[in-house]
C-alpha cells in the first residue's frame, strides 16, 4: 500500500554538524540532513490532508472513563467495552510474537506502539484524516513516525477476522521489514505487507498468507502483468498510485510472494531467502531473482499462471510457543481527563491536523495548569513548526512539571542542541551549562525508553561532535542502526565516528549498503566521497 507523499519530508531543516571541518569526510557529514523526525506519513487505504479541523474538538470525549492497556509492545488507550481491548491486545501481541518466530525479536524492538481504541466508528469520526476536508471513511489506520507509531481504529468485535486489522498488520508489516525497505522491489514490500495482513490465531496456532477473496477475483478478471513489468513498478508508477489496494499490481505482487513463500514448489520456497542477500550484495531485483531461483522469468511467469489457475493457495502456519494468557500479560489504570487531551492532540497532530491538536493541548491546560502534558503537546506542535525557542520552552517547562516522557528529554535535548547552532541549525561543539544539560537530557530519555533509536543517534553525533569520547560516540550510533535499519543516513554518522576512533577498515564495511542503487542519490555521493578519502587514509 503505497504511503502518502509527506512521507519524505522532514519536520526539521537541514542541521549540519561540525562547522569546521575540511577534509571529504566531514564535509560529506557537514552536508547531512538528520532523518529524525518524518512528518506525518500516513500509510493508510484512502490518503491524507493536512486542513484544518472540519469540527470543534468536544471536551466530553476526554472526561469519560479512559484506561491505559500496557502490554509489552503496544499501550493502548480505550474506553469502554474491555473484552473487545482484551482481545485486540491478545491478536496485536500474538501477531507480533509470530513474527518473531520468522524475521527474530530484534525486528519487534522499538518503543511500544500507541493504539487508540474507540469504541465505535461515531466515536472514531473526528480522529480519523480529512479527504478534501471531510473525515475519511476508515475504520482504522497505522501512523509512521521515527519517534511514533500510531495505531487508530474503532474496535472490532472479533480482531483477528476483521478487515480493518487486515490494513493495520498491512501497514505494521512495513515497519517490520523496514530492515529490507532500501533493497526490496516494490512488488516484494507490498506482497509481505498482504501476506501478514492475513494474520489469525487460535490459541497457539497462527496464521498467515491466507487466500485474499478480492485479489483472487480481480486475478480472475485481468491478466497477470508481465514479470517484467511488475519489477518495474516504482513508488511513481501509476499502477502503485491508486486510490484503492484492489489493483492488479497488488493482486500479483501478493500472488507471487504466496507462490514463492507458500506454493507447492519445494525448491523456490528453499531458494526465496537467497534473494535478499543477493540484493543486499548489490545485484539488480531481476538479477537478483533469477540468479536465486536459477531460473528465469518467462518461466516464473508460466509457473505462476498455473498455480493461479489451481486455485489451492494454502496458508503458512505457525505454533506460538506461549499460551494466549502468556502472551497478553498485561497492566492497567485510569487516566485523567488531561491525559486523554493530550493523547488526542498528539494523534491529530500526527495525522496532519495540527489546528485541531492545539486545541486539545490548550483545553488540557485549562483542565490541570500544573500538568507537564499540555507543555509536551505545545512542544511538538512547535517542533512541527518549525519553532526551536518555543519548543525548547515548552519542552523544558514540561520537565520543570515533572515529565516523565522519554520524547520531552529527547526533543527538549535535540532543540536546545539545534539553538547552540544558531540561524544555520549546525550541530557544534557545545560548552558548560548547555552541552551538560543536553547530555543529561538525552541519558534520562534512554533510561525512560532505551529502545528508541533517535536518541541514540543524537547521543552519538553529540560525542562525536563534542570530540572527546568516539568509543561511546560509536556504541550509540551502532545502536541506532540495529533498532532502526532502514534510516540509511545513521550510517554516514556511524562511519565518521569509526573513523575517528581510528577503525577505517570498519567505517569503509559501514558505507557499502550506501552505495547501492536504491538508497538516495545525496547519501550515495556523501558515501562515495567518504570512502575515497578512507582509501586514502588506508593507502
Request: aromatic share 10%; glycine share 6%; proline share 6%.
Given at each position: 500500500?503505497?504511503?502518502?507523499?509527506?512521507?519524505?519530508?522532514?519536520?526539521?531543516?537541514?542541521?549540519?554538524y561540525?562547522?569546521?571541518?575540511?577534509?571529504?569526510?566531514?564535509?560529506?557529514?557537514?552536508?547531512?540532513?538528520?532523518?529524525?523526525?518524518?512528518t506525518?506519513?500516513?500509510?493508510?487505504?484512502?490518503g491524507?490532508?493536512?486542513?484544518?479541523?472540519?469540527?470543534?474538538?468536544?471536551?466530553?470525549?476526554?472526561?469519560?472513563?479512559?484506561?491505559e492497556?500496557?502490554?509489552?509492545?503496544?499501550?493502548?488507550?480505550?474506553?469502554?467495552?474491555?473484552?473487545?481491548?482484551?482481545?485486540?491486545?491478545?491478536?496485536?501481541?500474538?501477531?507480533?510474537?509470530?513474527?518473531?518466530?520468522?524475521?527474530?525479536?530484534?525486528?519487534?524492538?522499538?518503543?511500544?506502539?500507541?493504539?487508540?481504541?474507540?469504541?465505535?466508528?461515531?466515536?472514531?469520526?473526528?480522529?480519523?484524516?480529512l479527504?478534501?476536508?471531510?473525515?475519511?471513511?476508515?475504520?482504522?489506520?497505522?501512523?509512521?513516525?521515527?519517534?511514533?507509531?500510531?495505531?487508530?481504529?474503532?474496535?472490532?468485535?472479533?480482531?483477528?477476522?476483521?478487515?480493518r486489522?487486515?490494513?493495520?498488520?498491512?501497514?505494521?508489516?512495513?515497519?517490520?521489514?523496514?530492515?529490507?525497505?532500501?533493497?526490496?522491489?516494490?512488488?516484494?514490500?507490498?506482497?509481505?505487507?498482504?501476506?501478514?495482513?492475513?494474520?489469525?490465531?487460535?490459541?497457539?496456532?497462527?496464521?498467515i498468507?491466507r487466500?485474499?477473496?478480492?485479489?483472487?477475483?480481480?486475478?480472475?478478471?485481468?491478466?497477470?502483468?508481465?514479470?517484467?513489468?511488475?519489477?518495474?513498478?516504482?513508488?511513481?508508477?501509476?499502477?502503485?498510485?491508486?486510490?484503492?489496494?484492489?489493483?492488479?499490481?497488488?493482486?500479483e505482487?501478493?500472488?507471487?510472494?504466496?507462490?514463492?513463500?507458500?506454493?507447492?514448489?519445494?525448491?523456490?520456497?528453499?531458494?526465496?531467502?537467497?534473494?535478499?542477500?543477493?540484493?543486499?550484495?548489490?545485484?539488480?531485483?531481476?538479477?537478483?531473482?533469477?540468479n536465486a531461483?536459477?531460473?528465469?522469468?518467462?518461466?516464473?511467469?508460466?509457473?505462476?499462471?498455473?498455480?493461479?489457475?489451481?486455485?489451492?493457495?494454502?496458508?503458512?502456519?505457525?505454533?506460538?510457543?506461549?499460551?494466549?494468557?502468556?502472551?497478553?500479560?498485561?497492566?492497567?489504570?485510569?487516566?485523567?481527563?488531561?491525559?486523554?487531551?493530550?493523547?488526542?492532540?498528539?494523534?491529530?497532530?500526527r495525522?496532519?491536523?495540527?489546528?485541531?491538536?492545539?486545541?486539545?493541548?490548550q483545553?488540557?491546560?485549562?483542565?490541570?495548569?500544573?500538568?507537564?502534558?499540555?507543555?509536551?503537546?505545545?512542544?511538538?506542535?512547535?517542533?512541527?513548526?518549525?519553532?526551536?525557542?518555543?519548543?525548547?520552552?515548552?519542552?523544558?517547562?514540561?520537565l520543570q512539571?515533572?515529565?516523565?516522557?522519554?520524547?520531552?528529554?529527547?526533543?527538549?535535548?535535540?532543540?536546545?542542541?539545534?539553538?547552540?547552532?544558531?540561524d544555520?541549525?549546525?550541530?557544534?561543539?557545545?560548552?558548560?551549562?548547555?552541552?551538560?544539560?543536553?547530555?543529561?537530557?538525552?541519558?534520562?530519555?534512554?533510561?525512560?525508553?532505551?529502545?528508541?533509536?533517535?536518541?541514540?543517534?543524537?547521543?552519538?553525533?553529540?560525542?562525536?561532535?563534542?570530540?572527546?569520547?568516539?568509543?561511546?560516540?560509536?556504541?550509540?550510533?551502532?545502536?541506532?542502526?540495529?533498532?532502526?535499519?532502514?534510516?540509511?543516513?545513521y550510517?554516514?554518522?556511524?562511519?565518521?565516528?569509526?573513523?575517528?576512533?581510528?577503525?577505517?577498515?570498519?567505517?569503509?564495511?559501514?558505507?557499502?549498503?550506501?552505495?547501492?542503487?536504491?538508497?538516495?542519490?545525496?547519501?550515495?555521493?556523501?558515501?562515495?566521497?567518504?570512502?575515497?578519502?578512507?582509501?586514502?587514509?588506508?593507502q
Amino acid at each position: 500500500m503505497k504511503a502518502c507523499s509527506a512521507s519524505n519530508r522532514r519536520w526539521n531543516p537541514p542541521a549540519a554538524y561540525g562547522a569546521n571541518t575540511k577534509s571529504a569526510l566531514e564535509s560529506a557529514l557537514d552536508c547531512f540532513t538528520l532523518n529524525l523526525h518524518r512528518t506525518i506519513c500516513l500509510l493508510l487505504l484512502l490518503g491524507c490532508s493536512g486542513a484544518a479541523c472540519a469540527e470543534p474538538f468536544d471536551i466530553s470525549l476526554a472526561q469519560k472513563n479512559w484506561l491505559e492497556t500496557r502490554t509489552t509492545h503496544f499501550n493502548i488507550y480505550s474506553y469502554d467495552r474491555p473484552q473487545q481491548v482484551y482481545g485486540l491486545a491478545t491478536c496485536l501481541e500474538q501477531y507480533c510474537e509470530a513474527f518473531s518466530l520468522l524475521a527474530g525479536s530484534q525486528a519487534v524492538s522499538s518503543p511500544p506502539i500507541v493504539v487508540l481504541a474507540f469504541p465505535d466508528q461515531k466515536s472514531l469520526k473526528p480522529f480519523v484524516p480529512l479527504y478534501h476536508g471531510q473525515p475519511d471513511s476508515l475504520a482504522g489506520f497505522f501512523n509512521h513516525g521515527t519517534d511514533e507509531n500510531l495505531i487508530v481504529l474503532a474496535l472490532p468485535d472479533a480482531p483477528s477476522s476483521s478487515g480493518r486489522m487486515q490494513v493495520i498488520f498491512h501497514e505494521y508489516t512495513h515497519l517490520l521489514f523496514r530492515r529490507n525497505d532500501a533493497i526490496w522491489p516494490l512488488w516484494l514490500k507490498e506482497g509481505m505487507a498482504e501476506i501478514y495482513s492475513t494474520f489469525t490465531a487460535s490459541g497457539r496456532v497462527a496464521e498467515i498468507a491466507r487466500p485474499i477473496d478480492y485479489h483472487l477475483r480481480l486475478l480472475k478478471q485481468q491478466p497477470l502483468m508481465p514479470l517484467t513489468e511488475l519489477f518495474a513498478v516504482k513508488p511513481d508508477s501509476p499502477q502503485y498510485n491508486e486510490r484503492e489496494r484492489q489493483g492488479i499490481f497488488y493482486a500479483e505482487s501478493w500472488l507471487l510472494t504466496h507462490y514463492l513463500m507458500a506454493g507447492d514448489n519445494p525448491a523456490y520456497k528453499a531458494r526465496f531467502g537467497k534473494f535478499t542477500e543477493l540484493l543486499r550484495a548489490g545485484q539488480s531485483p531481476v538479477q537478483a531473482f533469477t540468479n536465486a531461483l536459477q531460473t528465469t522469468l518467462p518461466a516464473v511467469q508460466r509457473q505462476l499462471q498455473n498455480y493461479l489457475a489451481r486455485g489451492e493457495f494454502d496458508p503458512i502456519e505457525l505454533t506460538l510457543p506461549t499460551t494466549v494468557a502468556a502472551t497478553t500479560a498485561m497492566t492497567g489504570r485510569r487516566i485523567t481527563p488531561v491525559e486523554a487531551c493530550f493523547r488526542f492532540g498528539d494523534e491529530l497532530l500526527r495525522i496532519g491536523r495540527p489546528d485541531a491538536a492545539e486545541s486539545c493541548f490548550q483545553q488540557a491546560q485549562k483542565l490541570a495548569p500544573a500538568s507537564p502534558l499540555p507543555y509536551e503537546g505545545l512542544g511538538l506542535l512547535a517542533v512541527r513548526k518549525n519553532e526551536t525557542a518555543d519548543a525548547l520552552a515548552d519542552f523544558k517547562m514540561a520537565l520543570q512539571l515533572g515529565s516523565t516522557s522519554y520524547l520531552a528529554n529527547y526533543f527538549c535535548a535535540l532543540e536546545e542542541y539545534r539553538q547552540a547552532g544558531g540561524d544555520g541549525g549546525r550541530f557544534v561543539p557545545v560548552l558548560g551549562n548547555a552541552a551538560a544539560e543536553i547530555h543529561a537530557a538525552l541519558l534520562r530519555s534512554l533510561a525512560l525508553m532505551p529502545n528508541f533509536g533517535p536518541a541514540h543517534e543524537l547521543f552519538g553525533i553529540f560525542e562525536l561532535v563534542q570530540g572527546e569520547n568516539f568509543s561511546v560516540a560509536e556504541q550509540h550510533l551502532q545502536l541506532a542502526v540495529q533498532l532502526e535499519p532502514e534510516q540509511s543516513a545513521y550510517l554516514l554518522a556511524l562511519a565518521e565516528a569509526q573513523f575517528k576512533n581510528k577503525e577505517a577498515a570498519a567505517a569503509v564495511q559501514t558505507l557499502q549498503p550506501l552505495l547501492q542503487p536504491g538508497v538516495d542519490a545525496e547519501l550515495r555521493d556523501q558515501a562515495g566521497e567518504m570512502l575515497r578519502e578512507l582509501r586514502q587514509v588506508r593507502q
